[in-house]
């Protein structure tokens, strides 16, 4: 089987601003490896420029194309393109409608976005998305062509009772029932009390729960576990990065605060 893809994802949240699309594109794409995925996803409002400032603004995904974005493209065009990739921080569950506030996976494709980030802790703690909507979410983007990059973790008080596994498997039992088997979608580990706390998972502990998850895919198909990028996020910074993607079932990293510093994303980028 081919290798998965190992990636970083820069999750900017709600910070940054035109100025850090500006100066963080350009260095960015001058820093890109075809071995790693760099993939930014800056708040929805500057997906417009950073598509620009990537290069790919003409770039439309869709359904049935996400592996073959380069069919349509010339040699040269494809050539003079940024290889870094952007996608949006949520998405809604529905195709269009009275949504205020809310864009497609359609509008995403449409813009370049090869990714969308769903599930995210934030988003299921602050808008109260339960898993059934976050496969949903999923479900949506991979209609639309656009990969999604779901976020699955436990709590502090969910492992500290025991329930890590149970809670894991869950939130991926809901994802998997709407999957095909072979859909193109990336799935992040993300322990919520990691989050934002600079108290990231160490090594071991991040590894144990990688290889669950991949045991879980793999129930659902084992050839295809083999092939989905496993990416760890919470509080990876420049110094613990290495270490955490040095383990066999952690692909690279979902990062969030460390994301917003170009240095310090370079520097775990290159630890992927
Ligand atoms: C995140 O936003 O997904 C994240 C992991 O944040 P941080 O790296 O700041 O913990």
Redesign the pocket.
Known sequence: AAPRARMV?A?W?MFGNLALCRESLPRLSAAVMDSVELVVCPPAPYLGEVGRLAGRSGVHYGAGEVASESVHLEAEELESRSRVHYGAQDVAEVTHGARTGEWSADMLAELGCRYA?VG???RRDRHRECNQTVAVKAAMCIAAGVIPIV?VGETMSDRESGQTEAVLAEQLTAILQLMKKNAMFVL?Y?PVW?????L?ATPEMAQDVHAFLRQQLATFSPVWAESVTILY?????ADNAASLFAMPDIDG???????LNVDDLLTIYRAA
């Open positions: 994802v999750n949240k980030i995210h802790s934030e976020c992040a993300e990691a989050i934002g706390t600079g990231a996020g919470g509080s990876v910074k990293g979902l990062v969030g605060g460390a994301s």
